[in-house]
T-cell receptor, first 113, second 111 residues
Framework: DAGITQSPRHKVTETGTPVTLRCHQTENHRYMYWYRQDPGHGLRLIHYSYGVKDTDKGEVSDGYSVSRSKTEDFLLTLESATSSQTSVYFC????????????FGSGTRLTVV | GENVEQHPSTLSVQEGDSAVIKCTYSDSASNYFPWYKQELGKGPQLIIDIRSNVGEKKDQRIAVTLNKTAKHFSLHITETQPEDSAVYFCAPTDSWGKLQFGAGTQVVVTP
């Protein structure tokens, strides 16, 4: 998707290892989000950011941390990966905090074995 | 989200027929009602949205209708085509302006 890239696209990791996913934007949008997508649950918000160094928890934040040291990058870290964190992770960006204008990345498929 | 229900979970339609997906929410503070389309291997993409001061919005073959009193809104696709095959999500905002996604509807359009 134009203006937002996620890396890596696929990753397999072992239980107990740390994992960092990266979201990079070129749109200079203030708001950035991390979601996970699992069958039967749609997308659920993990963490979001409303500016550099300003982050907050979403509905499924346990086991995850985030950092945003510059406008364009939002990192999601699994401190010690578990099998329940096997999922597809999506990053999104927006200019508004009213729900409008979300642009999603193409996702990262993470498998924890 | 837990407070958003989407029906049906799967929908199979003949090409050229219409498709309707319904989304029910519980947060009375919701004031923005988008529908997203997700194709295989891609992220969700906004296809149509409506704000709470409008009852209906149409964009070519797709439309969204809102009944705020009953707390539901629907996606209507007319003259369906094979490229409409995808997963569709409703995502009304919560009281903090965050999107709450439904579980999704798999739409299959058969030629």
């Amino acid at each position: 998707d134009a203006g937002i890239t996620q890396s890596p696209r696929h990753k397999v990791t072992e239980t107990g290892t740390p994992v960092t996913l990266r979201c990079h934007q070129t749109e200079n949008h203030r708001y950035m989000y991390w979601y996970r997508q699992d069958p039967g649950h749609g997308l659920r918000l993990i963490h979001y950011s409303y500016g550099v160094k300003d982050t907050d928890k979403g509905e499924v934040s346990d086991g995850y941390s985030v950092s945003r040291s510059k406008t364009e990058d939002f990192l999601l870290t699994l401190e010690s990966a578990t099998s329940s964190q096997t999922s597809v992770y999506f990053c999104a960006i927006s200019e508004s905090n009213r729900g409008e204008g979300y642009t999603f990345g193409s996702g990262t498929r993470l498998t924890v074995v | 989200g837990e407070n958003v229900e989407q029906h049906p979970s799967t929908l199979s339609v003949q090409e050229g027929d219409s498709a309707v997906i319904k989304c029910t929410y519980s947060d009375s503070a919701s004031n923005y009602f988008p529908w997203y389309k997700q194709e295989l291997g891609k992220g969700p993409q906004l296809i149509i949205d409506i704000r709470s001061n409008v009852g209906e919005k149409k964009d070519q073959r797709i439309a969204v209708t809102l009944n705020k009193t009953a707390k539901h809104f629907s996606l209507h696709i007319t003259e369906t085509q094979p490229e409409d095959s995808a997963v569709y999500f409703c995502a009304p905002t919560d009281s903090w302006g965050k999107l709450q996604f439904g579980a999704g509807t798999q739409v299959v359009v058969t030629p």
